[in-house]
């Protein structure tokens, strides 16, 4: 499907909604699961976490992706994974934005931890494939 048909498409299904300036949309779902859209500032592109969605991205479907970035991830993880980025990056206005939040509302999915941020690469692992 073209771009403009997919994007027609896409507000026709209530899914028009924009990712915020200073954001980039992504679509996350593993296999078998339903992606969703979401809003990702565009500083969390350059973490490392990020970098190795990416990654995964670009093996299981190539540069050749139209629209929305696609990342073959289980949602649950991918939130995980950019709560930790948002932490490691200590952000005070961006945050993550789920853009298929019921009725088209954006929710943004955000809490503040007082201890230090430990990653644990291996627990990633199930976005990942080997």
Do not use: W
Request: aromatic share 6%.
């Amino acid at each position: 499907m073209h771009g403009k048909q997919q994007q027609q498409q896409q507000q026709q299904q209530g899914k028009g909604v924009v990712a915020p300036k200073g954001c980039v949309t992504v679509r996350v779902g593993a296999e078998g699961e339903e992606q969703r859209r979401f809003a990702v500032p565009l500083d969390h592109l350059k973490h490392p976490l990020f970098g190795a969605l990416l990654e995964e991205a670009e093996r299981e479907y190539g540069f050749e992706q139209q629209g929305a970035i696609a990342i073959p991830c289980r949602v649950d993880r991918f939130v995980h994974v950019e709560s930790l980025i948002d932490q490691d990056l200590h952000h005070g206005g961006h945050h993550l934005v789920d853009l298929d939040a019921g009725a088209g509302a954006a929710a943004a999915h955000h809490h503040h931890h007082n201890s230090q941020i430990h990653l644990h690469l291996p627990r990633f692992a199930g976005c990942f494939r080997a």
